[in-house]
């Protein structure tokens, strides 16, 4: 019999009988993304509350919860920028405006969008914009690349969630995909994992040695992974993300031969590979890793993401992003190819401004002074934050952080007292959300949980980014400082 | 035991052990989408052939399988691109090029997004836009809106992805979720149902009737999918992709009666919603119609699909769409915005040209008289197109061809010769995709087969787009007529 609603001719005006949470894909109901979660969404709120001219004990919200350079005040690069305002409006060209870089770029870009960029592009992204970006990762690995293993995204977390969705056999009913993250983790992650179905085996980055990988635990972590899915894949996020940790060289060639050795596909979030600070980290890519070991496209499969959206750039709004495939057969990259056709192609907007950060203007270019300046500038700035921000840290009670050597953040542990944490249990609160609510509502500085990102069962963390102007950042660290000290005097 | 790779320390380097297509999600193999098949890609082949010189019997391909109006010569509507020039470089707003309203938009616009567009916006589109988009619904159908039920998102595609997403229970092993999806379709929805493992139950448009819904013709349909599925939602793609029809109101009350006898989720494709041409049509919005019929969000749940991709922007590559939620919980909604929070937001570019589509220069508004000319151009040559190419269709041997009231499409079937059919069929190939590759390496003119967008079985069809310069549909036209004289003497 079929179930039909009675009388729904003369239908029933009354009855609530809209779609129930219990009618929907479960897997939808365990997402959680930590970083624009209720910390984030509250801040928000009092920020519109202080707008309001609500009385509070500070004067705006500081939000060092999203690595998002130029909310907090960062100019964007002007090449970029002209070139996507030439691409969006050529009739700009007539006006003289533009240094002649600019403008030769401009028309190189249009004619590989068809001449405007409100034609769909090629689904993996336009020829053009597909070659700079090969080029790019030749010079910076010394190998070659191929322009049909770039695949152009609106930024890396769509990439990233296309590898996992494809990789993660979510309806085998026998045994779960398992796809090893570490922890700390970007919660994108854990995220997709929930949205996929897949299995989450987590390795746990070493705190004690500045959270580099070791080769026992990801051993453990994947014996452990066996007892209940099949470990698919490994994801490495270098620079990372939360922790800062800059991979030394011999510790990715362990991960490389213990991928080759269980078989895994490598995924390596390389995002932040322009945000080395530490005078003795160097960014190495995974690609140039596992070439120099001695495999090739038969013997090992590796995705390598990167994004405007960090760096130098940080046009996270842009959306723009790519992913290198590595060891995948034909047939693969195919399907892949079907996948993103059904969704046309990416933003021109987002393939314009990658084009101009993997191919920016070099010496004698009209507009290699500026860009040039605006680099620098950015990246010195920003180590002088990442120093910063360690030293203040350590100044504060209850705090630990190791070396910021890369990326955007620092990941500091609290060692919160044992009445705050008894205090917060009762609040059904992990304590280090309970803590960073707390420190929202007294100084309206918004950082993230560590629980968001996962981390060592009994350990409690948050994510700070290292973003805000100099000034802010002292003011910040002064804040957090005077709000340690008044929580260990009323837990102690 | 675990299954390690033998020697692996010692990497024996020449065995081939990459991913293989057995270790992959087999959803994503069953995914295809036509209109960037293998008759497009041999369209490209063959532009490139072309332009290396090879010696063809005709001059130029004419891609008519995307309804990408820019590709084929529309210009892009001024005011949107004017604005979206001066976001992404607002040094432009000091040298008097633009219009004041344009200057004046800009700085709203890009208030909204944190004085940059390289910022992330909330997850779910800027609250500005969202405004705009609110208002312009409320316009459009006499009803209240709220900013808070509208998603904007890379195009209408990954809004309708999104959707079908949540509301498949993949996972549930006892019965798989149905999806209403009218045949023919717009292959977006085989696709997305292949991606998410759920199950498409076919409805027949009465091409009799010109592409019309019947109600016997759902009752069917439905009753057919309670046998194999547990059905969830109805999609109708209104003004039709690829039929081209404009669904009459008393149509639209029988859809939306039936969805709420049988508690369907209405899922309203509305990206055509400016292109209706023929003088006895008009649109309305499903929306419209669930109010008029006196449903309320406790009693009715649907979700509407608007892009820029289409109308007279026809902004494909600037990837900007929104939809609006009817009738959905508050936990749902929230759910949904953790989904999209996970991708970070959507592409700024995208909801800048978004809001200039909703909130148009109006009369006095300086940009007004070109925006107004240009519009009404566009339209007016989307009109002529259609008529001539339904006239000229219509003259064609073994073709008829349905009025074409809106979209950018005809959907002619085609009277094949039995001879060419068996002919096709000792060849493998669907007799309708055999001819769309012979036309297309005989006369340049590329096409989409009907079996890629699903039809009655025993018939076939083609899809074409009514988009081509007027000069260029006549000579498309005359290439099909002789191709067709030639086709139907050899197979006679």
Redesign the interface.
Known sequence: M????QD??S???????????V???????N???A??GSIPSRASQIQKELIQGDAKCFKKVVQCN?G?C??LGQK?ITFG??I???C??PE?LN?N?FPSDVVDRTKLLLKS?????????E?SGSEFVRNSVTKYIQKRDGYPADPNNIFIT??A??AI?MIL???????D?NIMTGIMVPVPQY??YS??LS?F?GKLIPYYLNEADNWSLSKSEIERA??DG?TFSKP?ALVVINPGNPTGQVLSYQNMVEIV?FC????L?LLADEVYQHNVYDKDSKFFSFKKVVLD?????????LVSFHSVSKGY???????GGYMELF???P??RA??I??V??????????QIILESLVNPPVEHDPSFPVFHEEKSAILDELRQKSELMHSLLGEIIGIKCNKIQGALYAFPQLFLPQKFIEHSEKESKPPDEYYCMKLLEETGVCVVPGSGFRQMPGTHHFRITIIPPLEDIKNVLSSISDFNQKLFKEFS
């Open positions: 079929l179930p039909k609603n729904s001719e239908a029933d005006m009354e009855e609530s009988q809209t779609l129930d949470v009618d929907i894909n479960p897997c939808l109901l997402i959680d993304y970083c624009r999203l998002d130029q909310l964007p920028r002209q996507l305002s030439a969006a409006y700009l006006h405006i969008f068809n001449n405007s960029i409100g034609c769909y592009s689904s609106n930024g977390s769509s969630k969705y494809s990789l993660i056999k979510a309806y009913n919660p994108l995220a997709s949205e179905n994947i014996t066996f698919k031969k080759h050795k269980y078989k596909v070991s001695g495999f090739t496209e038969n013997t090992f499969t750039y940080s046009e996270c709004g842009i959306r060891g995948f057969k047939e693969l399907a892949l079907k996948l056709s059904s969704n046309l192609c990416s933003s021109t907007s987002g």
